[in-house]
């Protein structure tokens, strides 16, 4: 990855709770990552020359027909408390591994669409994270098309954080140009968002499979298909392309790029860019100023 001329790297590490209805965030099961290999890999993109964003994520378990999303939907005030304290013990364990590595940003959450309304519980979280992190901080919302104004602690935070998979198009094969225009109507959500608040919006997470009709349903990770490179190689150009030069815009991230080597390449359909098409226009894009 660092071969693309990336300047930075989101790195993940997933905890689980067992349900929507589950107040117990467990991050010391055998699924998550134990913190020698997440240190490990912060010490070694740092010395790759990348700057790191840790980014932690609260995953279910054993609930195959909800998502992280909608934690929290039938809680009462009794549950929310009880999640919220465990969620805090979870999100400051990451926290203080990102100080003690240097780690430059931290994502204080993702996704968790159902618990933002509760906007006093995530300021004292983020008020303790502040306490032992001294990096820039940033959420990771997923509704700016959606639902824009359910966030209303952005300015506790540094960066507003999108993750964006958003609709462009309604063609199966469609043309960088189709994929631009379509970008336009997104940049003015995002704009009015960052203008809101007065701080840049950071795309916490934007991504393409490389399988047809990548491009109708972006965030569609278990589609099948036929593989599909020119596509995905297509919204990676167009992404590039509309991003560029926007003083509203931090950054992007690239999801998602598989520490496992043998996923990418001409015949893989996943998100990886990697031995595709895609990554040579990373390659070539980013030697160019942002």
């Known amino acids: 990855m660092k071969k693309t001329n990336a300047r930075w790297v989101s790195l993940l590490v997933t ?6 209805n589950s107040t117990v965030i467990d991050y010391n099961s055998a699924y998550t990552p134990n913190d020698d ?20 994520h609260v995953d279910l378990l054993n609930d195959p027909h909800h998502w992280r999303g909608q934690i929290g939907l039938h809680f009462n005030e009794a549950a929310w408390g009880q999640w919220f304290s465990s969620y805090r013990q979870f999100i400051l364990h990451y926290a203080q591994i990102a ?8 994502c204080v959450g993702c996704e968790l669409d159902a618990t933002v309304a509760r906007a006093q519980d995530w300021r004292q979280v983020i008020a303790a994270i ?13 509704q700016v098309e959606s639902k824009p104004e359910a966030v209303t602690f952005w300015d506790a935070l540094d960066l507003i954080g999108q993750d964006l998979y958003p609709v462009l198009t309604s063609k ?3 043309s960088v140009s189709d994929l631009c225009y379509g970008w336009k109507r997104l940049l003015n959500r995002i704009k009015e968002l960052s203008e809101r608040w007065g701080k840049p919006v950071l795309i ?5 499979r490389s399988v047809q009709g990548a ?31 926007r003083p509203y815009l931090a950054g992007m991230y690239w999801w998602q790029w598989f520490p496992d080597l043998d996923i990418g390449g001409p ?21 160019l100023p942002m």
């Open 15 to 20: 905890a689980y709770q067992d349900n929507i």
């Open 37 to 56: 290999s997440v240190r490990h890999m912060i010490n070694y993109a740092h010395q790759l020359g990348l700057k790191v964003m840790l980014k932690p």
């Open 99 to 106: 100080a003690e590595t240097g780690t430059e940003q931290f």
């Open 130 to 142: 502040r306490e032992v992190f001294p990096g820039t901080l940033v959420y990771a919302d997923d």
């Open 172 to 174: 199966t094969n469609p």
């Open 204 to 208: 916490t997470e934007i991504g393409y």
């Open 215 to 245: 491009a109708q349903r972006p965030w569609d990770w278990q589609k099948e298909g036929p593989v599909d490179l020119v596509v995905q190689r297509k919204c990676y150009e167009a992404a590039l392309r509309m991003v560029a030069g």
């Open 267 to 287: 015949n893989d359909t996943s998100f990886s860019p990697f031995r595709k098409p895609a990554e040579k226009v990373l390659r070539l894009r980013y030697l």
